[in-house]
């Protein structure tokens, strides 16, 4: 099968099961199979697929089809311009979470309180806002907390291949329970925000794939 083909074939097949941006979908699972960029895609479209190569897309279109993020089949999503390792075990990083760092340090350029700053990601998942914030503030403190056992190993991951694990203190604690008592300059988070009671405001992607500790927030 041509890879021109098997794209379009990919995008009926998820248009059909109400997936958003399907071609998106389809070109983004394409090129995890593929291992190559999007300008690649264009640039050979007679491109031949091998039997494996076919049977793996049709297999990562086919886990589209269900629902299930495309981040979480090919474990990857970019943030702040770092490609973040992600599982169904953490919530995946939005583009919008991006204002929460953004704030952090434009609060932090314009403190004076002292020459180092001190902060905590509470609920840290990924560690994307964690990671994000030490990437820019070189002196920092940076403290991560999240509940989740498994949340944290992704993060500790994330640290660790891009270069922070020395920079950030990650914790399993419930909110600040268990994390050393000490002031911080910074307490950021970006919080369950959905009610138990609403599900149905979510998307299929959120109510079904994602953790639910992560974006449920009891009934209110």
């Known amino acids: 099968m041509h890879l021109k083909s098997a794209l379009a074939a990919a995008i009926e097949h998820l248009t059909v099961n109400n997936v958003g941006s399907p071609r998106l979908n389809a070109e ?46 090919t474990g990857h999503q970019e943030f702040w311009g770092l490609d973040l390792l992600v599982s169904p075990a953490v919530l995946i990083p939005r583009p919008e979470t991006e204002h929460v760092v953004e704030t952090v340090l434009g609060l932090a350029q314009d403190s004076a309180t002292k020459k180092v700053p001190s902060m905590i990601d509470i609920g840290t998942g990924s560690g994307c806002i964690a990671i994000a914030l030490a990437s ?41 329970q268990g994390v050393p008592q000490q002031p911080f300059d910074f307490v950021v988070s970006n919080p369950p ?10 998307q299929r992607e959120v109510r079904e794939f994602e953790p639910r500790v992560a974006v449920f927030g009891g009934e209110t």
């Open 193 to 202: 925000y959905v009610s138990e009671a609403e599900p149905e405001k979510t």
């Open 136 to 176: 820019e503030l070189a002196s920092a403190e940076v403290h991560a907390s999240d509940i989740s056992a498994q949340a944290l190993e992704i993060a500790c991951a994330n640290a660790a291949r891009l270069g922070f694990a020395g920079r950030i203190q990650f914790h399993h604690a419930d909110l600040l």
């Open 28 to 73: 983004t699972l394409m090129m995890f199979t593929l291992g190559c960029d999007r300008a690649y895609l264009y640039a050979h479209p007679e491109r031949e697929l091998s039997a494996d190569e076919e049977r793996r897309f049709l297999e990562y279109v086919a886990e589209r089809a269900t629902g299930k993020p495309a981040q979480y089949i």
